[in-house]
């Protein structure tokens, strides 16, 4: 079964910009990395997704290099509210759907 | 937020009796999904389905049972609750599966205590 590593917890303080980085050496040609947030007592939300290069939207940005064996959700300025769990989840061929163990997120007033 | 419920959002039951968590969905995606969620373990698939009466096992599939008879509604079955089964259970939909884009819609998650 296909895995992903990303670092258990990570703290941060309001106003910096938050790296998270998720390890997926055996992607596939055709698959795609995509990244969730999860608060307490909620389900999973959908933040942002990408192939390679680079992507942005209004949340975050994410940094995939050439070899695609590694992926980086960049948070600009967080506040608070992004306190969270963040989960990296990359599609290996036809295998099922796996959500790792996360990453939690504690920002520090 | 995209048109998914669950029930119930709680419930307490006894080892060795029966539990239906019902997913319900007003977005017509294809595809529906069945997680757990417990501490250290993250969320893992139980089951999914890709259709209409079309269902398949997920990573953690033993002890549980599923059922889609209409596009709208996934049915996760306990046929004999157990207390390893105490955990949250969130259902999920998406348009679309595998090395395609997939961006799955989850629902509020249903918290089980098997006593």
């Known amino acids: 079964l296909a895995k992903t590593t990303q670092p258990i917890s990570m703290d941060s303080y309001e106003g910096q910009e938050v790296n998270i980085t998720c390890s997926h050496n055996?992607?596939?040609?055709?698959?795609?990395i995509t990244w969730y947030q999860q608060f307490p007592s909620q389900g999973p939300r959908f933040i942002i997704q990408?192939?390679?290069t680079k992507v942005t939207n209004e949340v975050a940005s994410l940094f995939i290099p050439a070899d695609r064996k590694s992926s980086t959700l960049s948070l600009p300025r967080v506040s608070l509210s992004d306190t969270a769990v963040y989960y990296c989840?990359?599609?290996?061929?036809?295998?099922?759907?796996?959500f790792g163990t996360g990453t939690r997120l504690t920002i520090i007033p | 937020d995209a048109g998914i419920t669950q029930s119930p959002r709680h419930k307490v039951t006894e080892t060795g009796t029966p539990v239906t968590l019902r997913c319900h969905q007003t977005?017509?995606?294809?595809?529906m999904y069945w997680y757990r969620q417990d501490p250290g373990h993250g969320l893992r698939l139980i089951h999914y389905?890709?259709?209409?009466?079309?269902?398949d096992k997920g990573e953690v599939s033993d002890g549980y049972s599923v059922s889609r008879s209409k596009t709208e509604d996934f049915l996760l079955t306990l046929e004999s609750a157990t207390s390893s089964q105490t955990s949250v259970y969130f259902c999920?939909?998406?348009?679309?599966?595998?090395?395609?884009?997939?961006?799955?819609?989850f629902g509020p998650g249903t918290r089980l205590t098997v006593l």
């Open positions: 999920a939909i998406s348009e679309s599966w595998g090395a395609a884009r997939n961006e799955q819609f």
């Open positions: 055996n992607i596939a040609t055709n698959d795609y």
């Open positions: 990408g192939y390679k």
């Open positions: 989840l990359v599609i290996f061929g036809n295998e099922k759907l796996t």
């Open positions: 977005e017509n995606h294809r595809y």
């Open positions: 389905s890709y259709g209409v009466k079309d269902t």
